[in-house]
């Protein structure tokens, strides 16, 4: 018998029980794991009892410092009761309705219900063909021992770790389907949630101890998700290496559809669910293979990284599948139950730091691309002002040319119709042109004309008037002034052109001279742009007739040089 102060050190394992269940009376050694004979095909209850020493020290301690029942694991579900009164359960409901078997429980006992010297513990176990691990080792002592110890660890890594696991894969997986529907035909994402998906449900078998729905189809459920979850990850390995095997993603396919079915025709048989893993156990290492190879060749970290996840779930499979098979030890937990969920996450990363930097550089490559279309628009605009200039602008002159003359003196003769304001126009004709061209050459003859441009442009500082070469060696001024204004205007070029001798050559002067006619009224609907153009030209042939390099006004008199 042991004492109080060894009690409170080491608590103590109970390993002998006495199992009575179909199969009759027998004494067993825990951990125990059912046989077949020891329930019916459809499942029912067994007993395990334990018997048990405890010192009157220990008791009367657990007044103070409460004593724990430790036990890591009840099969598919299981309920506790010390010296014949029932003192807990894996959860509340019928044993029949729960699914206890991945979780560990600790029941903290008052120190009324255990007694000094015999006390006998009584585990009522449901087992089913699904599930024939019968009970665990059970460890007595200080509650505080156990939560700060073995069950506080066990509790944490199957129920805390398992949970945020699940919810890290499932919230991967809502992202990554989103991202899938956004992006519109890439497969990888939308593989990649799939993937996450299941495998947050299939972590349904460690984080829901009372199923909402019948046992039978939740051990369906989970088997079949379970199964969709294997080829889900072998589909998104490949399409992450954009590796098409048609061979391959039509038998994924095809096993994700058959599976489910298969399972639930065998009433969810661990042997008919081991053997439909036999392919991907088969498939996977090849596959494994093939990943680190690709990975290899494409000197890329992320490749690398996706390869070595795949790898080692693979690797954990293989444990898990003798696991699976009866072939490993009674407690713990499948190590893909982890495993599978982290490579997850890394794929995960993976993916995001591939789509983050895809993101980089096509928002890199918008800015580019605005940056040139910014620049090709600024081109264009500067090419479309240039065609423009060359479409209204005489190449000889840099003046307006005919067409561009027309286009202003219609809207000027318009503005000026609407103001009532007057409008002139001042015919200009270079003197004896024709004989300077014979003189000084055609060139000379051109070098005139600009320079007499270029006096236009400087005598017009008005921003409304308009200078335009008008044909040959005639020009024509715009300008809303009156008749009074206009004389005065064209008395100043007359002027300037006559005081402004023209080099030929760079060397030789040449005295030339213009004579103008000009017309000024106020537009009215009685008249037209063309009667102003006529008026002026009449009063630049009285110009020339009156000796030419004069003045003249359309019904005025000349006004000489």
């Known amino acids: 018998m042991p004492c109080a102060g060894a009690l409170a050190a080491q608590p103590q394992v109970l390993r002998a029980a006495v199992l009575t269940s179909l199969a009759g009376t027998q004494e067993v050694t825990l951990p125990h794991v059912l046989g077949p004979a020891d329930f019916a095909p459809e499942g029912s209850r067994v007993r395990y009892r334990l018997d048990f020493e405890l010192p009157a020290a220990a008791v009367a301690a657990a007044e103070d410092e409460p004593l724990g029942v430790y036990v890591p694991k009840m099969s598919l579900a299981g309920r506790l009761m010390l010296n014949g009164e029932r003192v807990g359960a894996c959860d509340l409901g019928a044993l029949e309705?729960?699914?206890?078997?991945?979780?560990?429980?600790?029941?903290?006992?008052?120190?009324?219900?255990?007694?000094?010297?015999?006390?006998?513990?009584?585990?009522?176990?449901?087992?089913?063909?699904?599930?024939?691990?019968?009970?665990?080792?059970?460890?007595?002592?200080?509650?505080?021992?156990?939560?700060?110890?073995?069950?506080?660890?066990?509790?944490?890594?199957?129920?805390?770790?398992?949970?945020?696991?699940?919810?890290?894969?499932?919230?991967?997986?809502?992202?990554?389907?989103?991202?899938?529907?956004?992006?519109?035909?890439?497969?990888?994402?939308?593989?990649f949630g799939a993937t996450a998906l299941a495998i947050a449900l299939?972590?349904?078998?460690?984080?829901?101890?009372?199923?909402?729905?019948?046992?039978?189809?939740?051990?369906?459920?989970?088997?079949?998700?379970?199964?969709?979850?294997?080829p889900l990850l072998m589909l998104t390995v490949l399409s992450f290496f954009r590796r098409d095997w048609p061979w391959a993603r039509r038998g994924l396919i095809a096993f994700m559809l058959l599976g489910p079915a298969v399972v639930w025709l065998s009433g969810s048989n661990r042997t008919v669910v081991a053997l439909l893993y036999v392919p991907f156990v088969l498939f996977g290492p090849l596959l494994a293979v093939a990943a680190i190879r690709w990975a290899w060749r494409s000197h890329r970290k992320a490749d690398l990284w996706m390869a070595l996840s795949f790898f080692s779930v693979v690797a954990v499979s293989f444990i898990d599948w003798f696991r699976l098979t009866g072939r490993s030890a009674f407690e713990g937990t499948y190590f893909v139950t982890y495993v599978i969920p982290s490579t997850i996450v890394v794929m995960g990363g993976t993916l995001a730091s591939q789509l983050a930097t895809a993101l980089k550089?096509?928002?890199?490559?918008?800015?580019?691309?605005?940056?040139?279309?910014?620049?090709?628009?600024?081109?264009?605009?500067?090419?479309?002002?240039?065609?423009?200039?060359?479409?209204?602008?005489?190449?000889?002159?840099?003046?307006?040319?005919?067409?561009?003359?027309?286009?202003?003196?219609?809207?000027?003769?318009?503005?000026?119709?609407?103001?009532?304001?007057?409008?002139a126009l001042l015919m200009i004709d270079v003197d004896h042109f024709k004989q300077f061209n014979d003189t000084y050459g055609h060139l000379a003859g051109d070098d005139c004309l600009r320079q007499v441009a270029q006096i236009l442009k400087q005598r017009l500082l008005r921003g409304s008037d308009t200078a335009a070469r008008f044909g040959g060696e005639e020009f024509a001024v715009i300008t809303s002034m009156d008749l009074e204004g206009a004389l005065h205007i064209a008395e100043l070029i007359r002027q300037d052109v006559e005081n402004h001798p023209v080099s030929v050559d760079g060397v030789d002067a040449v005295h030339v001279s213009v004579s103008i006619g000009l017309s000024a009224l106020v537009p009215d609907g009685s008249r037209s742009p063309a009667q102003l153009i006529s008026l002026a030209d009449e009063a630049l042939y009285r110009a020339k007739r009156a000796g030419r390099n004069c003045v003249r006004a359309a019904a005025a008199q000349c006004v000489a040089a």
């Open 97 to 191: 309705q729960l699914r206890c078997l991945h979780r560990p429980y600790l029941f903290v006992l008052p120190a009324s219900q255990w007694r000094a010297g015999a006390n006998t513990l009584e585990f009522e176990i449901f087992a089913t063909s699904r599930q024939m691990n019968g009970l665990s080792s059970v460890s007595i002592g200080p509650a505080r021992l156990f939560g700060d110890g073995p069950y506080g660890w066990r509790r944490f890594e199957q129920v805390t770790v398992a949970n945020g696991l699940a919810w890290a894969a499932f919230c991967m997986g809502g992202i990554a389907l989103c991202v899938s529907l956004a992006l519109r035909g890439e497969c990888l994402y939308g593989w």
């Open 361 to 423: 550089t096509a928002r890199e490559l918008t800015a580019t691309l605005d940056k040139r279309v910014a620049e090709r628009t600024e081109a264009l605009t500067l090419a479309n002002q240039r065609l423009e200039e060359l479409s209204t602008t005489d190449s000889l002159t840099g003046l307006a040319n005919r067409r561009h003359f027309d286009d202003i003196l219609a809207k000027e003769w318009q503005r000026a119709r609407r103001l009532r304001h007057p409008l």
């Open 202 to 230: 299939s972590n349904l078998n460690y984080t829901l101890t009372a199923p909402p729905v019948p046992p039978q189809f939740f051990s369906w459920f989970v088997f079949s998700v379970n199964q969709a979850m294997v």
